[in-house]
């Protein structure tokens, strides 16, 4: 399943959900923030959320500004 | 620490902080460089940056807020970066789910990539949403006495215009308006941005300023940890003598020693 992550095309693979595919990127258990279609998908829900072809997806962390 | 100092503490949207430097994460040579000046700085607030994650890069690369602990400091996401309102906001709200519910930012939005000089109209579209939203919104901002009121108006928790230009290091080039805005504040008023060394920090306290936010003077002094610990003296000394109220000027020397007694 193609969809977008942070601006670029993304192969989910089988992925059909939020979490599934925050384990394919290697991000489980890390400081993250999602965004799915311009709106922020709680932590708790990453796994009850599911992903659809075409989706637009953004994960953030914190880095160091001023 | 004298008691005056112990019992000034600054106060942002209800919670109390001893130190008055607020200091930023950026330009570091490193994660460890970043945790030791910061250390050494004293600071309580530190703000961090929101950005995406490198995807396929380094996964196990060290995250800043394992350095930065959000159980030792209060974190404060700025939106630095945007550009537009809508953009700030959506960063603001990223931020919020990125540590777990905490609502305090630090407001930026940019004008232009030469001067990083605030968009008024932005910020101020931005300031009401993020407000309406339960944000406690501190807004960088110009030194427009009239905008900063309105910033305070709105709702801002604190507001924090510019000394200088972001990362210009030019000291406050006109402490005027920073007298102007304080003179009128009921929030703090934290100088945000272009201060160099030093002796730029101890000018803002010595005026009266609530605190100081600063990241470049810091990271990009040849020996950061070393200047982190002169800007932690710089702010305490600072504020001490404003607290301790300056002599007045005069034109004319005035003897330290007494005058009778003098031999010849």
Not at chain 1, 1 to 20: S, W
Not at chain 1, 21 to 36: D, F, P, S
Not at chain 2, 198 to 211: H, K, L, N, R, T
């Amino acid at each position: 399943m193609q969809i977008q992550v942070n601006g670029e095309p993304f192969d989910a693979g089988k992925c059909t959900t939020l979490a599934e595919l925050v384990n394919r990127l290697g991000l489980a258990g890390k400081r993250i923030a999602i965004e799915l279609n311009m709106e922020i998908v709680p932590r708790s829900e990453h796994d009850k959320t599911e992903l659809k072809a075409g989706d637009r997806v953004e994960v953030v962390h914190a880095i160091g500004g001023g | 620490m004298s008691e005056q100092q112990l019992n000034d503490p600054l106060v942002i949207a209800g919670k109390s902080y001893q130190s008055r430097l607020l200091v930023g994460t950026g330009k570091y040579k490193d994660l460890q460089e970043t945790g030791e000046a910061i250390a050494a700085s004293g600071a309580e607030i530190v703000t961090v940056a929101v950005r995406r994650t490198n995807i396929g890069q380094n996964p196990d690369e060290p995250n800043l807020l394992d350095v930065i602990s959000p159980d030792k400091y209060t974190i404060l996401p700025n939106t630095a970066g945007c550009y537009t309102a809508q953009d700030a906001v959506r960063t603001c709200r990223l931020a919020r789910e990125l540590l777990d519910g905490h609502d305090l930012v630090k407001l930026e939005v940019l004008g232009d990539q030469k001067t990083l000089y605030p968009n008024i109209v932005e910020t101020l579209s931005a300031a009401e949403t993020l407000i309406k939203d339960g944000f406690k919104v501190m807004v960088y901002t110009n030194d427009d006495p009239i905008v900063a009121k309105q910033l305070e108006e709105m709702g801002c928790v604190a507001v924090m215009p510019l000394g200088s230009l972001i990362g210009s290091g030019l000291g406050i080039l006109n402490p005027h308006n920073i007298r102007l805005i304080m003179e009128e504040a009921q929030v703090p008023i934290i100088v945000d941005a272009g201060v160099g060394t030093a002796s730029d920090a101890a000018v803002a306290m010595e005026m009266g300023c609530a605190g100081v936010l600063m990241n470049t003077a810091i990271a990009a002094a040849n020996k950061p940890v070393l200047m982190a610990s002169a800007m932690r003296k710089a702010i305490e000394a600072g504020r001490e003598a404003f607290l301790a109220g300056r002599m007045p000027r005069k034109a004319y020397a005035s003897a330290s020693s007494p005058l009778a007694g003098v031999i010849g």
